[in-house]
């Protein structure tokens, strides 16, 4: 038998964690009303769409490309924070933050701060183009949300 590459591996975790999203996401209840798209759909969609991604993902073959190769010293000699590895600790810190924030200082301003804060901790300088694009895509996102599709969004200390 031969030894699973890093892909098949990370492939059979994202199948299991997709097969249990399945399982959850049968148990939604449908409405009593007939509707042609029910509650129940999306989660489904979603579920069965990463679990076909995870099989790709199994069956992909790797290149020699994908073999990573030893840190070059100019990547060992660049400030703790800019790493790699320390760039996806920082990243999902940040999502953990704006998760925690999100119900007491809303979701406009939470998310506004992650994304721009995230823009700017990736390299983007432009602080004004960054800051209008965050907040006019978090706002449009707000406003079609709570305004049209009727969805409760946490307000937080914005009045909106």
Known sequence: MTRLNTNQIIALIVALFSAGYLVMAFQIPTFPLPRPIDSDIFPKVLGFVLLGLAVCLFLEKPKAQDIPEEPSPEALNQPLLFRPWSRIVITSLAIIAYALLMVPIGFVVASTVLAFGLGWYYGYRRHGVNLATSLGVVL??????????????PTGILPI
């Open 140 to 153: 449009a996102l707000y406003l079609t949300m709570t305004r049209i599709m009727d969805v409760y969004l």
